[in-house]
C-alpha cells in the first residue's frame, strides 16, 4: 500500500514539474484543474504562416481541397488565419504507463478540416511513442507550431487552399485585424517629420508599404487637396513612383493604375469625409477635362458636363470611383472631336448628337448647343460669324498667347521661367514654344538639336507670355489653364 502510494506521488510530481516548466515557456497557457486524477491546460497556437498563403474562394459550399471541378470565384493572401485552441490532459499515470489527450478547436466558423485536426491529434500520440513514453508536452506544442508555419501542409503553389464563398469575409477581416494588432505594436521611423512613431499613430500605404505618421499624412494630403494638387496626393517617399514603376514592369494589372491614393485609403489614414469627397471631384474633374469626348452645357449659368458613361458620376466613395485611378488604353483615346469650322460630312450623326446635363438634366444638341430638337431636324454648328465679339476676342487671345498640350489640348499660359512645359492635368512633358512632345528623361534635347526650329530657344520668352500692355515687363509666362 505505501509503495503503490509513492509510485502515484512521483507520477503527480512528474506532471507537476512539467506543467511548472511548460508555463514558464509559454506564459499564456492556462491551466483549468491540478488534482490526482487530471491535469488539464489549454493554450492558443497562432497559425501565421512564414510566407502569406494563396487562398481561393469558391461559389459553392464544397469541403476544404476536396478537388471539386468549381471554378474559384476570387482569391486572396492571407497572412495569418484563426489561431486553434489546443486542449491537454495529462491522466494519472502519465507519462509512463498512459498519454496524455489531446482535442484541437478552432474558430466559428471552423477553417480547419476536421480530417487534418484527427490527424493533428493522432500525431501527439506517436510523439509520445517516440519520445519513448516521457514528458512530451514541449516536443508537441513544438511540433504544432512549426506545422503552423506550413499552414500544417494544405496547400501548395499549385494547389492553394480553397474555402466557401461565404467564409472570405470572415477570412480577411481576421487578417486584416491581426495585421493592424502586429502593426501597432511595431515601432517606425516617419519618413516626413523623421521621428520614431508606435504603429498606432502610423499608416502603412497599401500599393508601396512604406510608413509614416497619420499626423504628418493628414497635414500634407489636406494641404494638397484644399489647394488642387491633386497629383502630389501620392507616396511621399522620395523615389517611390520609380520604384514602383519597375515592380510593375511585369504586373499588367499594376500598371493600369495611377500613383495617386484611393479614397478608401485616405478615409483610412483618417482624412475627413468632406475632404476625400473633394479630392474625388477634383479627380473626375480632370478625366472630364482631359477626355477629348467630354461635351458641357452650353447653358452658361450650369456649364456642367454631360452624362457619360466613360466617367460616371461619383455616389459612393469606394465602389463608383474605381475607373479615376485606372488608365486606360483603349481604342477612344484616338477619339477625334469634330470641327465646327470644317464641313458637315464630319459630323457626328443626328442620332449621336443628343447629350443630357448631368447637373441640371437639360437635354442639347452637341453640333448646334441648342434644346435637342429631335433627330428629325437639321441642324449645323455655330460658325465664326455667329460668335459674339467677347467670345471672338476671347478665342483670338487663347490662340496667341497660350500653348495646348500635344496630349489632352488643355492650353496653358506661362508666367515665367524656361519653355519645358509639364501638362497640369495629364503630366505630358512639352515644349511652349511649337507644343512637341518632350522626352521625360531628357526634355532639354529638343532645344539642343540644330535642326528643331526651337534650337536655343530655351528661355525665350522667360519674362512671360502675356500681352505687352498688361505686363510692367513686357511679356512673360504662366501656368494658369484657359478653357477654350
Known sequence: ??????????????????????????????????????????????????????????????????????????YAMISHFPSLRLSIELPKGYPSSRPPTFHILDSQPAWLPVRRKEELVADGRRIWEECGRDMVLFAYIDYLQQESYQLFSLSSEDSPLAFPLDMQAFLLDYDSKEQRRKFEQETFNCEVCLEPKKGSVCHRLSRCSHVFCKACLQDFYTACITEG????????????????????????????????????????????????????????????????????????????????????KVNDLISDCTYLFEKHDDEDTQFVPFDPKGPDDQLPPMSERVAVCEDCDYAFCIVCRKGWHGEAALCSPQREAELSAAEKANQEYIEKYTSPCPTCSSRAQKSMGCNHMICFKCGTHFCYLCSSWLDQQNPYKHFNDVRSSCHMRLWELEAGDIPVEDGENGPGVNTVPFEG
Open 229 to 312: 494638387d491633386i497629383a502630389s496626393v501620392k507616396c511621399l517617399s522620395a523615389g517611390c513612383a520609380k520604384e514602383l514603376a519597375k515592380l510593375q514592369d511585369n504586373d499588367p494589372v499594376k500598371r493600369q493604375r495611377d500613383a495617386n491614393l484611393s479614397p478608401s485609403e485616405l478615409l483610412q489614414i483618417p482624412l475627413g469625409k468632406d475632404l476625400v469627397e473633394r479630392y474625388v471631384s477634383l479627380k473626375r474633374k480632370n478625366k472630364l477635362e482631359t477626355d477629348k469626348r467630354t461635351v458641357y452645357c452650353p447653358r452658361e449659368w450650369c456649364q456642367g458636363a454631360a452624362r457619360s458613361k466613360h466617367h460616371p
Open 1 to 74: 500500500m505505501s509503495i503503490e502510494t509513492s509510485e502515484n506521488d512521483a507520477l503527480d510530481d512528474d506532471r507537476s514539474i512539467e506543467v511548472s516548466s511548460i508555463q514558464a515557456i509559454y506564459p499564456e497557457i492556462t491551466l483549468e484543474e491540478a488534482s490526482p486524477t487530471s491535469f488539464k491546460l489549454h493554450l492558443e497556437i497562432p497559425v501565421s504562416p512564414l510566407e502569406p498563403q494563396k487562398v481561393v474562394f469558391r461559389r459553392s459550399s464544397l469541403d476544404i481541397n476536396d478537388g471539386g471541378d468549381t471554378m474559384p470565384e476570387n
